[in-house]
């Protein structure tokens, strides 16, 4: 665990894993809601052959707290500066939903640092429907127990959530007793919501050089798998994978493609191939 300045805010970020000449870094980027933390049933098998690089954006995890509203360009910059700390060329990115999108944009701002991206559940802009989705969230971030509602059911898929009721009782009572009453918390989480409102990569997508793997997930209502199907179209020579039945939480529905996904995208070596 480490931290490094970035102008004048703390950024939290860890590293995992040892490089041994074969796997490229690889760089794993938060969802909205999300920290290094909850990437912590991941880390063995996603640094067995990488070395992984986890890190906090603005207003998540242990990184600092910003006062003021901000873009995704923001996150895009400590993402960048956090290669040029670790002294990163190029590295593997793989981001969710929110991290998505910061994957989008740092790979067509920085096409150089890129060797592989991978991009679960996201979209190439906020539109009127997502947007007035985030507005929901924002209304109801002053309750618990009402945010809990209006956020976390649309995440999963209706199969997942209703096959776990036990699971989901003890995620409810943990979220809205521990989590979603904290303040400095749902500040953050309002202020990046707010931070996704004029997102749109479309116009840069025709930057990214790093050959692309875009998951979708069938039963995603958020980022539905036409969000996907135009990114494919726009990025060149992207791969496309869709999850039949899974919710936008692709992580906890599905981990072991997940993690099936990434590293076996992120590593693979394909010299000689003959097409």
């Known amino acids: 665990m480490a ?7 703390n950024i939290h970020y860890e590293v995992h894993g040892e490089t041994h000449g074969e796997g490229a870094p690889l ?6 809601m999300m920290s290094t933390l909850s990437w912590y049933p991941f880390i063995a098998s996603l640094s067995a052959n990488n070395q992984l690089i986890l890190v906090d954006f603005i207003d998540q995890g242990q990184s600092y707290r910003v006062d003021a509203d901000y873009t995704l360009d ?3 910059e400590v993402l960048h500066a956090l290669f040029v700390h670790l002294g990163i060329e190029r590295a593997a990115v793989a981001g969710i939903s929110y991290g998505g999108n910061v994957a989008l ?5 920085y096409p150089d ?7 679960f559940n996201a979209a190439a802009k906020t539109g009127a429907w997502l947007r007035e989705l985030g507005e929901s969230w924002i209304a109801a971030a002053d309750d618990a127990v009402r945010f809990y ?3 976390i059911p649309i995440i999963y898929s209706k199969e997942f959530y209703n096959s776990r009721p036990e699971w989901v009782k003890v995620r409810k009572d943990f979220l809205t007793t521990q989590i979603f009453t904290n303040k400095i918390f749902m500040d953050g ?6 931070s996704a409102d004029t997102y749109d990569v479309e116009a840069d997508l025709g930057n990214i050089t790093a050959k692309t793997l875009l998951v979708a997930s069938e039963a995603d209502p958020i980022t539905p798998p036409a969000d996907q199907h135009k990114l494919r179209q726009m990025i060149k020579g992207a791969d496309l994978v869709l999850l039949p039945g899974a919710g936008h939480a692709t992580m906890y529905e ?6 099936s996904l990434i590293t076996g995208f992120a590593n693979a070596k394909l010299e000689g191939l003959v097409v």
């Open 189 to 194: 989480i309002v202020r990046l919501t707010r």
């Open 105 to 109: 944009k740092f790979a067509a701002a």
């Open 27 to 32: 760089v794993l980027l938060n969802g909205i």
């Open 113 to 119: 640092r890129v060797h592989r991206l991978m991009v």
């Open 3 to 9: 931290s490094f300045d970035f102008k004048g805010k």
């Open 254 to 259: 599905r981990p072991e493609l997940f993690v």
């Open 74 to 76: 923001l996150q895009v």
């Open 149 to 151: 509602n209006t956020t």
